[in-house]
């Protein structure tokens, strides 16, 4: 057996016997191997039905199909109760209610996907074109932000267009898309975390450090988070602009990587920080050059995206993937937010999911982001 259909069928197998051991909870992270319960209302909701999709569509398990539902209806009190609504819809309700619809045709599942890209384009800024992140409970004053997670929420905008037969949902994807390549990337190659504007005028006023070391870091995982994203925003307009953002990203990101493949949590991070990891940023990376992959005409660009994605995913198999009993998670050593000493070298749910998504794309893709 080839180490990719092994390293899958290890995955499959650590989701299904999770099924039990996480159950009906939303988690996060895992230290000391067991996933805590985040709850429904966090950012990461939907990464644990994602993983359960996965399993569904590759085994067809009726409990991961039962779970993933039970979960997708509890979160229902997020999408009705509107206040705590933020720009991470995207992440919420495409592994769960979206691809719910899109494998089943479940006609439930397929408005709660339109109720939330409604959202989502409802935190749409006209004056500074962008899609407003956070709100004042989390941070305050932060009306004008901006940030490069953001990326990953546009496809529930995409996909909504088509739904509605209706531009509206695109329109605004494309105009926060076109907002990043401007004001974030810069001509290194890198991208920041945060872009504050303001918000009345839409001037751009400075880039922030957030879960980066300072406002001119490069933060790991949001390049990956820039890689991927910029790749999807291609896929669903064909500008020329985003495929270019991603590929530059995309070498930059490669060039920074540890020889194991595992980056440090931010590459600019000062000597006495390098000792944090975070492994999630790698593996939404591989997932992201596998995208870019299958929309490149064939050459050596396509082929080079190809295999520095295998050679990412080989490097975490073999040095960080866990498939024992004890241990609930798949990849250790993510990072969380290293400035605020949060969850530092421990397992994270995204991680196990863009880990897992990025294998079950060498034999097909799974149409999820």
Avoid at 4 to 20: D, F, G, Y
Avoid at 128 to 140: H, L, M, S, Y
Avoid at 148 to 157: A, E, G, T
Avoid at 341 to 355: A, L, R
Wanted: proline share 4%; glycine share 8%; charged share 25%.
């Amino acid at each position: 057996m080839y180490w990719t259909e092994e390293a899958l069928e290890k995955s499959l197998e650590k989701i299904r016997r999770n099924i039990e051991n996480i159950g009906e909870r939303f988690p996060h992270v895992a230290p000391g191997g067991v996933y805590n319960d985040q709850g429904p209302y966090f950012w990461v909701s939907g990464f644990w039905p994602g993983l359960l999709w996965l399993l569904y569509q590759e085994t067809e398990d009726n409990e991961a199909l039962r779970l993933a539902r039970k979960l997708e209806d509890d979160l229902d009190q997020v999408l009705d109760g509107f206040m705590t609504i933020h720009h991470d819809v995207g992440f919420m309700w495409l592994p769960s209610a979206v691809i719910d619809y899109k494998v089943t045709g479940n006609e439930k599942s397929r408005i709660r996907g339109l109720k939330a890209a409604s959202h989502l384009a409802g935190r749409f800024n006209l004056a500074g074109r962008f899609i407003r992140a956070w709100n004042d409970e989390v941070k305050p004053d932060s009306q004008g932000w901006a940030i490069i997670d953001c990326m990953m929420n546009l496809p529930l905008l995409f996909w909504a267009s088509r739904e509605y037969d209706d531009p509206r949902f695109k329109h605004i994807a494309i105009a926060h898309a076109d907002t990043v390549v401007k004001n974030f990337i810069r001509p290194d190659n890198t991208a920041c975390h945060i872009v504050s504007f303001d918000p009345e005028t839409g001037e751009r006023l400075e880039s922030l450090g957030g879960q980066g070391q300072d406002g001119d870091s490069a933060w790991a995982r949001g390049q990956a988070w820039a890689i991927y994203g910029m790749a999807i925003a291609y896929r669903e307009t064909g500008k020329e602009e985003y495929l270019n953002a991603s590929k530059n990203i995309a070498g930059y990101f490669i060039s920074h990587l540890r020889e194991d493949k595992a980056p440090v949590w931010d590459f600019r991070a000062v000597k006495d920080h390098r000792w944090a990891l975070d492994t999630s940023a790698s593996a939404c990376a591989a997932s992201g050059l596998l995208e870019l992959y299958s929309l490149m005409e064939d050459g050596p660009d396509r082929d080079f995206c190809y295999d520095q994605a295998l050679a990412i995913l080989k490097g975490l198999y073999d040095n960080y993937f866990d498939d024992s009993m004890e241990n609930q998670s798949m990849i250790q050593m993510g990072t969380v937010h290293f400035p605020a000493g949060k969850n530092i070298n421990v397992p994270i749910i995204y991680g196990d999911f863009f880990f897992t998504e990025a294998l079950v794309k060498l034999k097909h893709k799974p149409n999820i982001f």
